[in-house]
């Protein structure tokens, strides 16, 4: 069975940084590609960011270019968003996914396990 844990969300001002983790178990983490998503009150899921099966290749949503930044740690079976220039307009609650193509995806439909997600606050 697979796993995703998700951390480091929590409350910040506008203008701040959140590492976001996800931890992930029961599947081959190195052979997959990742992603993250996130849904704020009332909207539709948003993808965030996705990165393919060696970190070699990354892709972002266009709400998020040049201010955060996806990575991985393949011996640790993690994921990492690295948050920058946090905006009140990012808040929302933060899941990864898993997906069974080893190269960047950016729908939701293509990410087969889903971790329950971490709050993400921004203050103005």
């Not at 290749?57 to 640790?76: L, M, P, Q």
């Not at 990492?80 to 220039?85: E, G, H, K, V």
Request: aromatic share 12%; glycine share 12%; with cysteine.
């Amino acid at each position: 069975q697979v796993h995703l844990v998700e951390s480091g969300g929590g409350l910040v001002q506008a203008g701040g940084s959140l590492r976001l983790s996800c931890a992930t178990s029961g599947r081959t983490f190195g052979s997959y590609a990742m992603g993250w998503f996130r849904q704020a009150p009332g909207k539709e899921r948003e993808f965030v960011a996705a990165i393919n099966w060696s970190g070699s290749s990354t892709y972002y949503g266009d709400s998020v270019k040049g201010r955060f930044t996806i990575s991985r740690d393949n011996a640790k079976n993690t994921v990492y968003l690295q948050m920058n220039s946090l905006r009140p307009e990012d808040t929302a609650v933060y899941s990864c996914a898993t997906t069974s193509y080893t190269r960047v995806v950016s729908t939701t439909g293509e990410y087969d396990y889903w971790g329950q997600g971490t709050q993400v606050t921004v203050s103005s």
